[in-house]
């Protein structure tokens, strides 16, 4: 993929939506869309509108991160072991983990 631009642009038209279809569902107006595709201004619609598109062109929330330089695979190095196979889990699941892991960190400083 070349541009952030080009990976949303082709994940627009994977998905048969029109920039005003877009619109529609996000906010996000055509004209700023269509110039974010284009490479003309910078990607900054903010997170819920990043996360909104993610969603609406079913692309990982994270994948679209990293293309808008929000993270860098550094940043995720700490978390990939951790959350390997999270998404197989119930929310429960998630849940009871989390609170296993509040209660062995519980009075740690974050570093």
Request: hydrophobic fraction near 35%.
């Amino acid at each position: 993929m070349d541009s952030l631009g080009d990976y949303l642009k082709e994940a627009r038209i994977r998905q048969g939506l029109s920039l005003k279809d877009v619109y529609r569902e996000t906010g996000i107006s055509d004209s700023r869309l269509s110039r974010i595709e284009n490479g003309s201004t910078a990607f900054e619609v903010g997170p819920s509108f990043t996360k909104a598109l993610a969603k609406l062109y079913k692309i990982d929330l994270v994948d679209l991160l990293i293309n808008a330089g929000y993270l860098d695979a550094e940043a995720l190095s700490s978390y990939e072991r951790v959350f390997r196979n999270v998404d197989l889990l119930s929310d429960d699941e998630r849940n009871h983990i989390q609170e296993q892991i509040d209660l062995f960190t519980k009075g740690r400083k974050n570093t």
